[in-house]
């Protein structure tokens, strides 16, 4: 598979923005080759639904403004419709744990969260802030309009705050402790 066709599918896996140098090294060429990459992609799109989005050294797919017309009806409708179970479970996690990752949101619920943030950032119930971390990602965040909904003034005041997270620092220290070495076969 082509260099360019491999920056478009972590792109669209992606779903959010990536800084250059984090897709040559994920692609594991040259930062030249990766420009060359992105420029070749850019054109091919030029006639497509999905454009490639340039701020600085960050890239993004995004969709074309000749749909916007379209996407906004579509988007009407999703806001109409329950954000579901597996919304509900996304937003727990980020509203209890704060600023937390797409991937650990992804690793906590055992499958790709993508259109679920999606779904939660377009309703305004989640936030996106830079990665605390690393600044070359983001997290998610509950907004304050998800705390005016539940009728709360600060996350202390979600059910069972102070039990969850105790739980959610047991796990993580859980996690911390490292399992002893195997011993090397001879």
């Known amino acids: 598979m082509g260099l360019e066709a491999q920056v478009e ?21 040259s930062l030249m080759d990766t420009e060359d ?12 639904g ?16 000749g749909l916007a017309h379209t996407l906004e009806k579509i988007r009407k409708e999703e806001l109409k419709r329950d954000i579901g179970k597996a919304g509900a479970e996304t937003l727990a996690i980020i509203a209890y744990r704060t600023a937390v990752t797409r991937a650990e949101i992804d690793y906590i619920r055992g499958v790709n969260s993508t259109f679920i943030i999606r779904n939660l950032l377009i309703r305004g119930l989640i ?12 997290a998610y965040r509950p907004s304050l309009a998800l705390y005016a909904h539940l009728g709360i003034t600060k996350k202390e ?21 490292v399992a002893p070495e195997e011993p090397a076969r001879v």
Do not use: W
């Open 127 to 138: 936030e996106r802030i830079p990665n605390p971390t690393d600044q070359r990602s983001f």
């Open 157 to 177: 005041e979600l059910p069972q705050y102070a039990e969850m997270i105790e739980e959610i620092r047991k796990h993580h220290t859980e996690e911390a402790v």
């Open 37 to 48: 990459a992105l420029t070749a992609l850019a054109v091919h799109l030029q006639t497509r």
């Open 50 to 65: 999905i454009v490639l989005v340039r701020e600085g050294e960050t890239v993004q797919l995004m969709t074309a403004q």
């Open 9 to 29: 599918g972590i792109l669209f896996y992606k779903a959010e923005p990536l800084c250059v140098s984090v897709l040559a090294e994920i692609c594991e060429v």
